[in-house]
């Protein structure tokens, strides 16, 4: 597609269940990342990958989000036993390159809300 | 470690009115800096890439300036339209980790009929 996807575009979990997110990037594009926006805030960085090789995980919140490109185009982010807090939208973006010197385009996100 | 401020948080304004949104950052070792909108519910459209190397960016109505000396990046929309309303968010990259983007908070928008 032209542009990043994700999906799905809203889910509701109940407090204990297990979610995984999904992103598409646009083909060709190297770098990949996840990012986490809590309401009136600005997006929060959670992992990245160049490739399929996740280069950082520190921004994901626990041990209970794990995040995979394993061919290194689509990628997925897994909460499991999601809790209150979670509640969030989780978007995803890729760049071309190795980020540094390169735009990064987003996707609409997914709007999570965990009951 | 990098913070970015977004002043005003919200602002109100008549159509044809020409706005500046400003983004203050606190660490002026900067690669680059990005402008994006968000509209309700939506994701990020890129808007501006400024590197660092650069005073400015113009795409079409919008203007964006980078001063790193002062920690300053100001986004000048011209002629503001309705279709203008939106949040507007500044993000950087910065030191070691030169991937990732900082956020502020951006700035609510409105531009009224």
């Known amino acids: 597609g032209a542009g990043v996807s994700q999906s799905p575009r809203y889910k509701v979990a109940k407090r204990g269940q297990d979610v995984a997110l999904r992103c598409d990037p646009i083909?060709?594009?190297?770098?990949l990342f996840w990012y986490q926006q809590a309401l009136g805030q600005g997006p929060e960085f959670l992992t990245y990958f160049q490739n399929e090789a996740q280069l950082d995980k520190s921004g994901l919140p626990s041990d209970r989000f794990f995040a995979e490109r394993p061919e290194g185009s689509v990628s997925t982010l897994k909460i499991q036993r999601t809790q209150q807090e979670d509640s969030a939208v989780y978007l995803c973006?890729?760049?071309?390159?190795?980020?540094?010197?390169?735009?990064?385009?987003f996707g609409q996100g997914t709007r999570l809300t965990v009951v | 470690k990098q913070e970015v401020t977004q002043i005003p948080a919200a602002l109100s304004v008549p159509e044809g009115e020409n706005l500046v949104l400003n983004c203050s950052f606190t660490d002026s070792a900067i690669y680059n800096l990005q402008w994006f909108r968000q509209d309700p519910g939506k994701g990020l459209t890129s808007l501006l890439l400024i590197q660092s190397s650069q005073r400015e960016q113009t795409s079409g109505r919008l203007n964006a300036s980078l001063d790193k000396s002062s920690g300053r990046s100001t986004l000048y929309i011209a002629a503001s339209q309705p279709g203008d309303s939106a949040t507007y968010l500044c993000a950087l990259r910065s030191g070691g980790s030169n991937y990732k983007l900082t956020f502020g908070k951006g700035t609510l928008l409105t531009v009224n009929p």
């Open positions: 083909s060709g594009h190297v770098s």
């Open positions: 973006a890729s760049s071309l390159g190795r980020a540094l010197n390169t735009e990064a385009f």
